[in-house]
Structures are given as C-alpha cells and as structure tokens.
C-alpha cells in the first residue's frame, strides 16, 4: 500500500482519482479549498502547500488537479483573468512540485495536470493554452532536476471531460457534437479516465517512467480524424 496527496481533491478528476486509489488499497490524503478535505489549501500559496506536503507526509506521491477554464481570445482577454487561470494551473503545479522536491527526499511519484489544448492549437484557448504548456515545460525540467534522488515528474493532457468546469461547452448540444467529432475516438472524456492515467502514473510499481506527458484525450492532441459523413 503506498500513501498519496491529492491537492484540488474535490474537482471531478480528483475525486475520480481518490476512488481509482482507495479501491485498490492506497491511503490518500487531500486537500481542497472547500470544506471536507483532510487538508484547507490554497494551493496558489508556495509555504501553504509546502506545510500541506510535510504535514501528509511521508509519502509516496503528490497530484496537483488545481485548475481554471476560460474559453477567449487572447484581445478579450483581461489582465485579472490571465493571472486568474496562470495561478490556478501554472502556479499551483510549480508549488506542488517545489514542495515534493523539499520533502519527498527519498524519491516518490509527481503528477501534473496539463491539456490537450496546449498542444492542439485550439480557438479561444490561448490563456489556458500558455498556462498548461508551461506545465508541460516545466515537468521535463522537473523531472531532470530530481531524477537523481529517484523523484519521478509526469504529466496527463486531457481533452475534454465532462466535469462541471466544462458544463458550458459539454451542456450544450451543438457545441458537445462538435466537440466530439473533434476526438478522433468520437467521445468525451470521463473524469475515471484521466484518473486512471494518474493512479499509473502515481504508482510505485511504474518507477521507470519520468518526463512525460501522457494524452488522456481521445486523440485530441495528435490526431485528425476524418470527417464523419
């Protein structure tokens, strides 16, 4: 049995991932800012999330699900709400990964949470575009900087999934059957399967995977399906 952290627990992918992790055995400790969570945090605070880390502790692993969703072009774009969506994915990941680095002295297991939108080139999505390919970047940096106390740095790129972050696009009928032709698989994610790819990841049975970003995402980050006649 390994022992977890799961920061932003109570988001869909969290939770999804606090069940794909207690059914098969792992003790999993989380936080969120709402209440129920084994720990309060906000994670955009560095010394919150370090004291979060050391308080859980010991541990085998960490995962960052804090996130945002803001579908504008980049002129519409306000300056609040691009520090609003760089803070909640891009800060969040690089304290989680600040805080494992101090504390996980003696290896264990980092999990990001990145999007299919930084690298599909996808409308309106320039915000959380540039906020998720630097979480990209900076898991391959990560995970050369601690590979040599056996911390392992990994990423997952979902498309979309339906969780309540993306009700207004996945609510919406027209919109969701464009949005699922546009995954070569003809689907949308469900939260249970990015959390699969995350408990993988977390997993010390897979030690010898680092530095990669796995697509979670129907082939939305690779693949051009051909049009559906």
């Known amino acids: 049995m390994a022992r977890f952290l799961l920061i932003a627990a109570s988001s869909a992918i969290g939770a999804a991932t ?5 059914e098969a055995g792992h003790e999993v400790v989380t936080t969120a800012r709402s209440p129920g969570a084994d720990i309060a945090l906000d994670a955009t605070d560095f010394d919150a999330v370090d004291r979060a880390v050391e308080q859980a502790g010991p541990l085998d692993g960490v995962a960052c699900f804090a996130g945002s969703m803001l579908l ?8 609040e709400q691009y520090d609003g969506v760089v803070a909640a994915s891009l800060t969040t990941a690089f304290a989680t990964v600040r805080a494992a680095g101090r504390h996980l002295r003696n290896g264990g297991s980092v999990v990001l949470v990145s999007s299919a939108a930084a690298m599909a080139g996808l409308s309106h999505h320039e915000a959380i575009a540039a ?3 630097g979480v990209m970047g900076l898991t391959l940096s990560a995970a050369a900087t601690y590979a040599s106390s056996g911390l392992r740095v990994n990423a997952v790129a979902p498309g979309l999934t339906q969780t309540p972050l993306t009700a207004s696009l996945t ?3 027209g919109s969701r059957k464009v949005s699922e032709a546009m995954h070569a ?3 949308l994610g469900e939260p249970a399967d990015v959390a699969r790819a995350v408990a993988f990841l977390l997993d010390p049975a897979n030690s010898w995977i ?5 697509g ?6 690779s693949l051009r399906p051909r049009p559906h006649a």
Do not use: Y
């Open 131 to 133: 906020a998720k390919a």
């Open 171 to 173: 609510g919406n009928e």
């Open 210 to 214: 680092t530095g990669q970003v796995l």
């Open 72 to 79: 504008k072009p980049a002129h519409l774009t306000s300056r």
């Open 18 to 22: 606090v069940d794909v992790l207690t």
């Open 216 to 221: 979670v995402d129907g082939g939305l980050g």
């Open 185 to 187: 698989l003809g689907r």
